[in-house]
């Protein structure tokens, strides 16, 4: 079984719908993470949580909303979809490895609002 | 702020040929550095980190980078490329505990 799991892997929604996407780990790992990917663009941090009660907002927040329902758990809602928000969406947990972090990727949720 | 910079957002290689794909950062303390590759409709896969230990590292698939830090780079190389390693690359760096900073990737394409 995979360590980071998505749901879901593709989801097509309408511009103005609410939508969740959601992210476990089996890890065992403080650290969570949701990014977005777009072409040529690499990956920008949205929130990312150090621990259940820890949330921070990263390079490109507005428009987006996390809950971290548990250590394994960690939720990223879109409240009122637009289209700019087409994107690649992928959920990362870290841990302390010496002196820094290595973050470990879930398989991505690929997210279209028409 | 730290940053990096992928020079080339395509590289291509024949089958057998050396890989050679640029990273070059920016970082105000001393970096940590990362390539993570990632395949066709999969998340991200870590290929190796530097933390200091030692300028060349050795990774996965037979993909090492070298720290320099004279030249603020930390290339990927490979000696011989397969066509299993066609694939997006992405460098990253960090500041110890702080959040990953991603270059825009360098998409590498293998022919026959």
């Known amino acids: 079984d995979a360590d980071v799991t998505q749901t879901p892997r593709n989801r097509i929604t309408k511009t103005g719908k609410r939508i969740m996407l959601e992210c476990s780990q089996t890890?065992?790992?403080?650290?969570m993470y949701w990014y977005r990917q777009d072409p040529g663009l690499g990956l920008q941090l949205i929130y990312y949580?150090?621990?259940?009660?820890?949330?921070n907002k990263g390079e490109i927040s507005d428009g987006y909303s996390v809950s971290r329902q548990a250590q394994a758990k960690f939720s990223l809602s879109l409240e009122s979809a637009i289209p700019n928000q087409t994107a690649l969406y992928f959920c990362?947990?870290?841990?302390?490895?010496?002196?820094?972090?290595?973050?470990?990727f879930g398989p991505g949720t690929r997210l279209t609002v028409l | 702020a730290q940053s990096v910079t992928q020079l080339g957002s395509h590289v291509s290689v024949s089958e057998g040929a050396l890989v050679l794909l640029r990273c070059n950062y920016s970082?105000?303390?001393?970096?940590?550095l990362f390539w993570y590759v990632q395949y066709p409709n999969q998340g991200l896969q870590l290929l190796l980190k530097?933390?200091?230990?030692?300028?060349l590292v050795k990774g996965i698939n037979g993909f090492e980078a070298e720290f320099k830090k004279s030249e603020t780079s930390f290339h990927l190389t490979k000696p011989s490329a397969h066509m299993s390693d066609a694939a997006e690359y992405f460098c990253?760096?960090?500041?110890?505990?702080?959040?990953?900073?991603f270059g825009t990737g360098t998409r590498l394409l293998v022919s026959p």
């Open positions: 990362a947990t870290s841990e302390r490895e010496g002196s820094t972090d290595t973050q470990y």
């Open positions: 890890k065992g790992h403080d650290r």
């Open positions: 949580s150090f621990d259940v009660k820890d949330i």
């Open positions: 970082s105000s303390v001393p970096p940590y």
């Open positions: 530097y933390t200091s230990a030692a300028t």
């Open positions: 990253a760096v960090s500041e110890g505990f702080q959040k990953l900073v």
